[in-house]
């Protein structure tokens, strides 16, 4: 996966066990503005659409950690298209009264990793596996999906 020229991204990270987190997005008129969230095992929570207001609780995610991914469209080829782009980044609004927590990376057993990531990698379907890189087609399977990404940052789309 690689990120679109006409699009730029903001994102952050926040800890939900230092309370709830609101984020405001800007009317941005008729230009696309997404925010993307995600919870530590990367599943999608929401895609919610500017203007918007939305408030992140852990109950709700499920998971101490939780990501936010906004992208806005830009044109890359006018300065001033850009230049209002960012203005609406900047305008982006975060509030987590009791934050902002702290980001605490699990010590993680690295032998046990190898292990699965070797087991899953035995599991691909014949010629998904090649050159060291996951190479996914459009049509690939819902388990060679799940595999790809589960075995590490070889994973790519073609």
Request: charged residues 25%; glycine residues 8%; aromatic residues 6%.
């Amino acid at each position: 996966m690689r990120m679109n020229r006409d699009t730029l991204y903001s994102s952050a990270v926040f800890d939900l066990d230092a309370g709830p987190v609101t984020l405001t997005l800007p009317d941005p008129g008729r230009r696309y503005m997404m925010l993307q969230i995600l919870d530590e095992d990367h599943y999608t929570h929401a895609n919610v659409y500017a203007p918007a207001h939305h408030v992140l609780h852990r109950d709700a995610i499920g998971t101490r950690y939780v990501a936010a991914l906004v992208r806005t469209m830009a044109d890359p080829r006018d300065s001033e298209d850009l230049a209002r782009a960012r203005a609406l980044q900047d305008a982006i609004r975060v509030e987590q009264p009791g934050g902002p927590g702290k980001f605490e990376i699990p010590d993680w057993d690295a032998e046990s990793l190898a292990k699965v990531r070797a087991a899953l990698e035995c599991r691909a379907p014949a010629g998904l596996r090649c050159g060291g890189r996951w190479r996914l087609h459009a049509g690939a399977s819902c388990g060679a999906q799940a595999l790809a990404p589960a075995v590490g940052s070889r994973a790519r789309a073609r």
